[in-house]
């Protein structure tokens, strides 16, 4: 079993910056085990879509809507995975859940809320 919790989400300004964090835990074999980590969102009345990914190896994929806006990052001897978003719009307004790959299985964390508004 893993464990993602998820932080760093609230109220910002449009333009303004957010950092999310996902800290995963478990098991140690469960948690070494993670390969992809990555960031969705949902906004209400809309399905849930891939923000970001990031490889255990580093690589990066992003949607093409956040792709000069949001960095992807992780600290594996944390076993943490970042969301840098900067120059936020209202339409990012949404729950943003991370995720946790594992052969054979996707976890979740529980999401938090990112609200951009003036």
């Known amino acids: 079993q893993v464990r993602l919790v998820e932080s760093g989400g609230g109220l910002v300004q449009p333009g303004g910056s957010l950092r999310l964090s996902c800290a995963a835990s478990g098991s140690g074999f469960r948690v070494n085990s993670i390969n992809t980590m990555g960031w969705y969102r949902q906004a209400p009345g809309k399905e849930r879509e891939l923000v970001a990914t990031i490889s255990g190896g580093g690589e990066t994929k992003y949607a093409d809507s956040v792709k000069d806006r949001f960095s992807i990052s992780r600290d594996n001897a944390k076993n943490t995975v970042y969301l840098q978003m900067n120059s936020l719009k209202p339409e990012y307004t949404a729950a943003y859940y991370c995720?946790?790959?594992?052969?054979?299985?996707?976890?979740w964390g529980q999401g938090t809320q990112v609200t951009v508004s003036s």
């Open positions: 995720t946790a790959a594992l052969p054979g299985y996707l976890y």
